[in-house]
């Protein structure tokens, strides 16, 4: 029997702190040195959301899924105008057009990568006009914290292009498409896989011959499609590998155009494309799956009976919260969980200022 609580069983301490988000994790491993050693190293296996930005301020506010609480964590590098996220990084843009890309900043040791700036992208020569949304879009195709051959994609100059970075390139790359107009970028089988508005899917296999090249691989059916009602399309790669393309819908009160009115509840269409046989098919359950969608970084995750995590859900945030609310509280009804079986959607994260950034959980 232990004599004290730095003689509890190492294997019983290291379970114990694989059930801890990294904020309570590096409290638990502060304890003693009989904890510390015990514990498993700094990790997560849920997402934590990285609230706006409130003015001025040095602190960042993440919501936890883990331990269903906000944390604050002092953080002078990421005050910037813009954040993305993808996998576990945040792409911020600073007041000084920086561009630069954190490790999960809920971390406790987070790491730095500085990417070229705003000038450094093909046919750019002036700071551009409503300079907020100059970037719409960041995708990594591996994370930096597994990976040193790894690649960036951005939907820049106002969702009208894709540029390209890689280690130790000094310029973006812009990569040609027949696309007018891009709405979301992902990563999925060795290739970047951008969508339009209209449901165009392209295809950028960047360690192939043409890698500034992305080529038309399929085409959603436009009635799956008509713009009323529409908020967002989105792509997201599941976990058996497929493709999933998710369509986001707001209900309205009136059904004539002119007196459209929403009502603040939506409903998803998740659908699975096979690229190799040109055929989709809608998913009605995620089974114990959860999609995670919102502005920037959107993933699935596996749910087991440790998540505290609702299996079969799409959690939601406004894709695009307007540059005007960064710095206001409220706003908290535009997100939400989506149960898929019936179509309800629970309020999630109340009282707190709007929720911008799903941070993916590093393994
Ligand atoms: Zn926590």
Known sequence: MARSWADLPQELL???SRRLCPK???VFRAVCRSWRSAAVKEWSDVPSLMLADKGEMLWREF??????????????????????????WVLTISRDWEFQMLRNPMLRYSRIIKLPSWNKFPDI??????????ITKFVLSDSPTTSQDYKVMVIYDHGRRLGLWKPGDEEWTAVTSPAVEYCDVIYHKGCFIALDGEGGI???DVDGSTPFEAQVVFEMPERLLEPFGLV???LVQAMTG????????????????????PTGSYRFDVFEIDLDT?????????????????????FCLEVDENHIIESNCIYFTKYNIPPSQFTEDGGVTNMGIYHLKDGTIKPHVKGKSSPLLWIEPSF
């Open 232 to 234: 967002q399309l989105y």
């Open 278 to 298: 040109q055929t989709y098919t809608e998913v009605l359950s995620l089974e114990n799956k959860s999609l995670f969608l919102g502005h920037n970084s959107s």
């Open 24 to 26: 309570n994790l590096s």
């Open 242 to 261: 497929s493709l999933l393309f998710v369509s986001q819908w707001e209900d309205c009160s009136d059904f004539s155009m002119s007196r459209r009115r």
């Open 63 to 88: 919501f936890c899924l883990r331990c269903e609480q906000f944390h604050t964590k002092l953080l002078p590098e990421v005050m910037a105008n813009r954040y993305f996220s993808s996998r576990d």
């Open 14 to 16: 290291r379970q114990c």
């Open 202 to 204: 392209y295809r950028c």
């Open 125 to 134: 020569y002036v700071l551009p006009p409503f300079y907020v949304s100059f």
